[in-house]
């Protein structure tokens, strides 16, 4: 490997924007107050841009804009179809750009090219999901014969406030758009401050694929000045946010005085269960994938591993063996595996649970930085195996790509250790026996269970955690209800 710097390896995109500004009714603006933050490329930590830093006034003239397009733009007559081209236009401009899109994520974010290249496509359905959603959408209608007919005329709420997370940002960014814009709402987005130079992108495509002034806001900067802005602004009815659960608890006490509809995704600590009749193989792929994928910087992360007894020490073995294989890299070069974590504060976290987790497991992987990667926020897959289960490395969400690996004996400890933490985002379950598969699922507290299987989303399942993991369920028609008023109207026959 080589000894060069990192930031002698960093690939800087050709035509970067030279300022990140906020989008105010179809104008791309500075700060009112001219203020800006620096933001950082993940691999150099060296700071690349400056972005315009959001202030109350500033999320006050977006909301301003979405509320005069919510009342007199065309956007929420239109009809459900109407909206939809609009919407599969966006789908297409974002699929003939993914290869942008992903090279502009992969800088700011330091996802691997190839899995921002997969979210940078996601995104694209995520908008082509509710586009189709919401032609087909019935509202029902009840009859009491002789008497009433009594149905639902559902309408968009307004403005719409959207707060996101920066992993993977822009696919998070369109899993609220799409819906927010679908049903007919305007919108404020407030992307977040590590990474918003792909969410910068949004209103040259709006833009293009016509959707009309003043519907779609961006404004830059900290949660604590435009996130909260947005929270306690009484023109902005609901608040969908993704981020930690703890900045989720704060969010939820700044919006009661407003009572607000609130959709929370938030933190996760999620059991990947290994029994001992499992397709080994199968289950140790998986759960590689399930940890270190996108860095480890996931919200459904399989970042603890329960493994029965009987075949514990084998998979301890095998899965460290394997975990040492996974690639970190440039973000940029194809054949990486895991990058950049997103940020230096980050890292330091990340690194201090490491450093954790050596008093409070077996380090059987990892550990480090890879050789020839120091100087960006690089870190080795890391495994620690015997964790016991008040350990903090099994408790709190790390975030990044390590792993606390826990033996078990029964289907009952098994049990009790999956729920042990505050979280109840995902889980993952792997046995060949269908009986005990399915009663461990029902019974396990996550929002969301795969059996012998890895991550894949539905989009039209329930999308959401449990406990401290999150408020409400998205996916599907839950996300058209969340972002939509259901009126009943009566009348007598
Ligand atoms: P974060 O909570 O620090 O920030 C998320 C967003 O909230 C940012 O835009 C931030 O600026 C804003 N914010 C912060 N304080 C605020 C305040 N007081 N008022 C309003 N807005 C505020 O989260 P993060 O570190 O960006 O993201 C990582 C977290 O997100 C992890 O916990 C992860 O599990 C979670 N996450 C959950 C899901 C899910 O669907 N459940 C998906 C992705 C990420």
Known sequence: PSTAPAYDRRHVPADLPTKIQHYIGGRHVDSLDGGTFDVLDPVSNETYIAASAGKKADVDAAVAAARAAFAEGPWPRMLPRERSRVLHRIADIVESRDARLAELESFDSGLPITQALGQARRAAENFR???????AQSDDTFKVPGRQINYVNRKPIGVAGLITPWNTPFMLESWKLGPALATGNTVVLKPAEFT???????????EEAGLPEGVFNLVHGLGEDAGDALVTHPD????????????GQLIFANAAPHLKGLSMELGGKSPAVVFADADLAAAI?????GVFSLNGERCTAGSRILVQREVYDEFVERYAAQAERVKVGYPHDPATEVGALVHPEHYAKVTSYIELGRS???????????DGLEGGNF??????????????IFQEEIFGPVVAITPFDTDE???????ATKYGLA????TNDLTRAHNFAQAIEAGMVWLNSNNVRDLRTPFGGVKASGLGHEGGYRSIDFYTDQQAVHITL
């Open 129 to 135: 999901f509710f586009a189709d959603l919401v032609v």
């Open 379 to 392: 870190v080795s897959p890391t495994v620690f195996a015997d964790v016991a289960p008040d350990a903090r």
């Open 360 to 370: 409070e497991g077996r380090l059987v992987a990892g550990g480090g930085t890879p």
């Open 236 to 247: 902005v009815p609901l608040i969908s946010f993704t981020g930690e659960s703890r900045t």
């Open 285 to 289: 792929d998986a759960t590689i994938f």
């Open 427 to 430: 889980a993952y379950v792997w």
């Open 413 to 419: 400890e098994a049990l009790a250790l999956a729920n």
């Open 196 to 206: 918003p130079l792909s969410a910068s992108l949004w209103a040259g495509i709006f």
